[in-house]
């Protein structure tokens, strides 16, 4: 991981990545002056049923994402951790590993209006800057977070999944590189669950 000085940290299922995950890293970069965006696939989903695709096939799925993208790294940090997968654990980490680096989480306004029940949320704020981009129909409430002026995208994954499940095009969705291991590993071609 590059020990620069400012990088930030998307968490996602990544079931799959979408085109808005890099719009939010691209413009990220720019605003917040990052050296590159860190895509973290949740590896065992603490507040959820976990995805019927892998762990390992959507850490593949992020790295074929990162490969379109030069701003993203794609990390398998959760992945490769045991247990449940808490944010707050995967920053605490990230910082052990990233030195003197300044970490950025980056958030959906959706994501960052229920911060406060994620798992140990002041220690996840003592460890990185909280940086919301606007989701439709979500105000953003006055608070410590930087915004990140971008437009708001409608890009769903569980959208993408319902798509390639009923055999129409998500092309302008996801990466060239994600549709092609889509496509080559058969996901979410039945029942779209995932």
Excluded: K
């Amino acid at each position: 991981m590059p020990s620069s000085s400012r990088i930030g940290v998307l968490g996602s299922l990544c079931n799959p990545p979408h085109l808005g995950h890099a719009a939010l890293a691209r413009v990220a970069t720019e605003q917040l002056d990052l050296e590159c965006v860190l895509l973290v696939p949740t590896g065992a989903p603490a507040h959820r049923e976990a995805p019927a695709v892998s762990a390992g096939m959507r850490l593949c799925l992020a790295q074929a994402a990162a490969a379109d993208e030069p701003v993203l790294l794609a990390s398998s940090v959760e992945v490769d951790r045991a247990g449940p997968s808490y944010m707050a654990d995967t920053l605490e980490q990230l910082a052990r590993a990233a030195g003197d680096a300044e970490l950025f989480l980056l958030l959906g306004a959706d994501q960052y209006a229920t911060l406060d029940d994620w798992h140990d949320p002041e220690r996840l704020r003592g460890l990185a800057t909280i940086a919301v981009a606007p989701r439709r129909g979500v105000e953003i409430a006055a608070g410590s977070a930087t915004l990140i002026a971008m437009p708001e995208l409608d890009i769903a994954s569980s959208e993408i999944r319902r798509r390639i499940a009923a055999g129409e095009s998500i092309d302008g969705l996801v990466s060239p590189s994600v549709s092609a291991l889509i496509a080559t590993e058969g996901l979410y071609q039945s029942g779209g669950a995932g």
